[in-house]
């Protein structure tokens, strides 16, 4: 158990399909992050989230839609994607106060598209 | 920009080796933080540890130590003694901290394969 839950771990979907994404903490933290790790290249930051409102989209394309609640809790709704889409998504979250902290991650959803 | 290069893909040793995985980083930040995360083959990014940009100590933790030279932007990880269990990919990221919430740069990431 890290602090930081994602569901579901394994997502197999077409590109017709809708689907989201779950990302839980309760750990206290007010900044939530999603990143997209592809094969071969570095995490990418997507969307950052502090005290539930976006501050950062880092160019993503609009199938992608975050969503934010509550401090808590961070979802991604996957609408029409393409198969480069596939890989493994990772959330995070971290104090407020900044980069003291760093982050911490969940074990990510591993992204399959077809 | 921020930039994080980490020159090693894959680095494959024997157990009870000695290995140093290396990360270079770039910034116009006075302030910053760097960070080494570890992902096992279960994916999570285990956090290994912090480092501040006013803070040149070396540091050791068991069979972990770090070496942070700011004259060279260099903040290197050696794993001594290594065992099967190190396996993993291994990251190394840089913080902001001059705004509300941190972002972090990562590096492409070093696998490391240990064999019995």
């Known amino acids: 158990e890290t602090g930081v839950t994602q569901t579901p771990r394994h997502l197999v979907m077409g590109m017709t399909n809708k689907k989201s994404l779950k990302c839980e903490q309760h750990l206290g933290h007010n900044a939530m992050y999603w990143y997209k790790q592809s094969a071969k290249k570095p995490l990418e930051l997507m969307f950052v989230y502090n005290f539930k409102e976006q501050t950062e989209n880092n160019s993503v394309p609009s199938r992608f839609s975050p969503e934010c609640p509550n401090s808590s809790h961070l979802f991604l709704h996957l609408h029409t994607l393409q198969p480069e889409d596939s890989a493994l998504y990772l959330c995070a979250s971290s104090q407020r106060t900044g980069g003291a902290g760093g982050y911490t991650f969940g074990s990510g959803t591993r992204l399959t598209v077809v | 920009a921020q930039k994080v290069t980490q020159a090693q893909t894959e680095i494959s040793v024997v157990e009870k080796e000695d290995v140093t995985l290396d990360c270079v980083y770039e910034t116009r930040d006075t302030t910053y933080y760097l960070f080494w995360y570890k992902q096992p083959p279960s994916g999570e990014l285990v956090f290994l540890i912090r480092r501040n940009s006013f803070d040149e100590q070396n540091e050791i933790s068991g069979r972990y130590s770090w070496n942070f030279q700011k004259s060279t932007s260099s903040f290197n990880f050696t794993i001594t003694a290594s065992q099967v269990v190190d396996s993993a990919v291994y990251f190394c990221?840089?913080?902001?901290?001059?705004?509300?919430?941190?972002?972090?740069?990562f590096g492409k990431g070093t696998m490391l394969l240990v064999s019995p």
């Open positions: 990221a840089l913080s902001e901290t001059n705004s509300g919430y941190s972002t972090l740069t």
